[in-house]
């Protein structure tokens, strides 16, 4: 596995790698989730690049960004592991060289949900995956489906800029008990940990009252307030039914449909979505 720190290096490095070159990117603080990710990656190309790089302008609070955990050498090992051929670990300077001002906006889908609450996040992984595409210049790209409204994010900027890239979902991976796998877990305390599966118990309660016939949206949120409002622990701050292309909010359930939540447990934020089948 080579481990590539420049963007001039990755370029030359890039240019000799067998085709089709499968991409997989991450923050680091790798878990059997990024696993799933590595093993599907894996087998979309002839070749498996790996970003890793922790990107200080998605993070809209400096506290959250000082927070999260990291363990490169971990990190790398799991990707030797998975048979990972190159790793691209930029530092902060290589990414964001002195007097670069270039930020990429992602419209409407970048400053709702997600991003009413986060501002300046979408911006930030908007810039950032634009510049790995461009760099790694992958045939593939793998991403995991809790990340609901960044995948949304980053399918329009690979379509409105013409990128010629294949983006993969791989459903989310969770704990035995619901719990989506997240790096930002790992700051949960035990008591908070033991209640975060309240979280997709609520998504999967309102699922199942749509597949029992109910199509108001507000019905299926009030669902999911009501079950996470009973816990001791998680505050709700917000609940939506959306169309699964633009996140605009629905007035009536329909297949395909994205309802997602974000909720706090202690000082740790987490999110968490299912589709309406």
């Known amino acids: 596995m ?3 720190r420049t963007v001039d290096e990755m370029r030359r490095v890039r240019a000799g790698l067998p085709s089709p ?4 990117a991450t923050l680091g603080a790798m878990h059997a989730g990024h696993e799933a990710l590595l093993d599907v990656a894996r087998g979309e190309g002839a070749s498996l690049v790996a970003s890793l790089f922790l990107n200080p302008t998605q993070f809209d609070d400096p506290a959250d960004l000082a927070r999260y955990p990291t363990d490169p050498d971990r990190d790398l090992g799991i990707f030797e592991g998975h048979g990972v051929d190159v790793v691209f670990q930029p530092t902060v300077e290589e990414m964001y060289p002195a007097g670069a001002t270039t930020e990429v906006d992602p419209g409407p889908v970048g400053n709702i949900l997600e991003g009413a609450h986060r501002p300046g ?3 930030g992984v908007a810039t950032v995956v634009t510049k790995i595409l461009v760099v790694l210049a992958p045939d593939v790209a793998v991403w995991g489906a809790k990340d609901a409204q960044q995948n949304v994010v980053i399918r329009r900027l690979s379509t409105d800029l013409r990128m010629p890239v294949r983006h993969v979902l791989v459903p989310t991976v969770r704990d035995a008990d619901g719990l989506a796998l997240s790096s930002r877990n790992a700051r949960l305390s035990p008591e ?5 599966p309240v979280l997709h118990r609520a998504l999967s309660e309102a699922r199942e009252l749509w597949r029992g016939g109910a199509r108001d ?3 299926l949120r009030a669902s999911v307030r ?3 409002g009973r816990s001791r622990l998680a505050r709700l701050e917000y609940v939506s039914v959306a169309d699964a292309d633009t996140l605009r909010e629905l007035d009536e359930g329909r297949p395909g449909a994205l309802l997602s939540l974000a909720a706090h447990l202690g000082t740790t934020r987490l999110i968490d979505n299912v589709t309406l089948d």
């Open 2 to 4: 080579r481990i590539v």
């Open 21 to 24: 070159v499968a991409m997989m």
């Open 121 to 123: 996040h979408f911006r």
């Open 192 to 196: 908070e940990r033991a209640e975060a």
């Open 217 to 219: 949206a507000e019905v």
């Open 226 to 228: 009501a079950r996470v």
